[in-house]
């Protein structure tokens, strides 16, 4: 199984600032055939379901705002928000789907002081 | 629009065998390419991919569940089922399903609560 590594388990910064969210996976997750890393960024606010930001490793879903930014390749990624908003406080999965069984990082609890 | 929706029993006992549902719209489990997954969460923890189904029927388990696990679909009515055999009290959690299209996961239905509990 592929081991995915998430920190920091938890973080707080002020609206405005930029926070940075790092998952290193046990296995390289970029595919020879098409060159696309198999890593996914998920939010989960509150009493709420997880929702898609980020696949890929860095192409944002449709409708998420460009202060998410998605980078790396291989076995290290990054999940990157800028100017933080009230509205980011959420706990924040990152997953890799190159192989079965697909695995989730243990997540990071944003919150905003 | 694609939406999801889990369903299941609530509660259950020990030993007893979990069956959930999922019932979705704006998409169709006969569609190339198309999936559809299970994965659960316990309250207040990370998030555990359980199975997949396919299109085209094929399937694949989360190991560390064992064989207890059986995932099926019924494309006719737009579902996709779970069953857990031999639940305790670590089966406890929300579970969801969510679509596989062309990204991972790209929709999630509200999750079902189900507590195993004597």
């Known amino acids: 199984d592929i081991v995915m590594t998430q920190s920091p388990f938890s973080l707080a910064v002020s609206e405005g600032e930029m926070v940075t969210i790092n998952c290193k996976s046990s296995?390289?997750?970029?595919?020879?055939?098409?060159?696309?890393?198999?890593l996914a960024w998920y939010q989960q606010k509150p009493g709420q379901s997880p929702k898609l930001l980020i696949y890929?490793?860095?192409t944002r879903q449709s409708g998420v705002p460009d202060r998410f930014i998605g980078s790396g390749s291989g076995t290290d990624f990054t999940l990157t928000i800028s100017d933080v908003q009230a509205e980011d406080l959420a706990d924040y999965y990152c997953?890799?789907?190159?192989?079965?069984?697909?695995?989730f990082g243990s997540g990071t609890k944003l919150e905003i002081k | 629009q694609v939406t999801l929706k889990e369903s299941g029993p609530g509660i259950l006992q020990p030993s007893q065998t979990l069956s959930l549902t999922c019932t979705f719209s704006?998409?169709?489990?006969?569609?190339?390419?198309?999936?559809v997954g299970w994965i659960r969460q316990p309250s207040g923890k990370g998030l555990e991919w359980l199975a997949n189904?396919?299109?085209?029927?094929?399937?694949y388990y989360n190991p560390s569940l064992k064989n207890r696990l059986t995932i099926s679909k019924d494309t006719s009515n737009n579902q996709a089922f779970l069953k857990i055999t031999n639940v305790d009290t670590a089966d406890t959690a929300t579970y969801y399903c969510?679509?596989?299209?062309?990204?991972?996961?790209?929709?999630w239905g509200q999750g079902v609560m189900v507590t195993v509990s004597s």
């Open positions: 969510a679509r596989i299209g062309l990204q991972p996961l790209d929709y």
């Open positions: 704006g998409f169709s489990l006969s569609t190339y390419g198309m999936g």
């Open positions: 189904i396919w299109w085209d029927d094929d399937k």
């Open positions: 296995q390289s997750l970029l595919s020879s055939g098409n060159q696309k890393n198999y």
């Open positions: 890929y490793a860095s």
């Open positions: 997953l890799q789907h190159y192989s079965s069984p697909l695995t």
